[in-house]
């Protein structure tokens, strides 16, 4: 069992920058791949960026691909999802996520996923 708990969203005016963190429990997070997904109002849940069990790999989708970067410390059981040059449509919650049997194609897609955090909201002023 893996707890997930989300943190660091916010208000930002655009063109800012926020930092998310996931603190995962127990002692098997990096038996785990991470990966922070996101649901605006109205649309479905995105993947956003993932980062394998040893943070060897990391993967984005497009739309924020040089803006987001994805890192975690083993030690401290935590997975971080750096923000920048924030834009309105970054508007949503974001989710962080644990998946056990990660492969390229399973740590993009949000099915595959075990455990999720309760989200955490990041709102981007005009």
Known sequence: QV????????LVQAGGS???SCAASGRTFSS???????QAPGKEREFVAAINKSGGN????????GRFT???????????LQINSLRPDDTAVYYCAA?????VVTIQDAHYYDYWG???QVTVSS
Not at 3 to 10: D, F, I, K, N, P
């Open 58 to 65: 990391t993967y984005y989708a497009d739309s924020v691909k």
């Open 99 to 103: 998946v056990f049997v990660a492969t």
């Open 18 to 20: 926020l930092r998310l």
């Open 32 to 38: 785990y791949a991470m990966g922070w997904f996101r």
């Open 118 to 120: 309760q989200g955490t």
């Open 3 to 10: 707890q997930l708990v989300e943190s660091g969203g916010g």
């Open 70 to 80: 994805i890192s975690r410390d083993n030690a401290k059981n935590t997975v971080y």
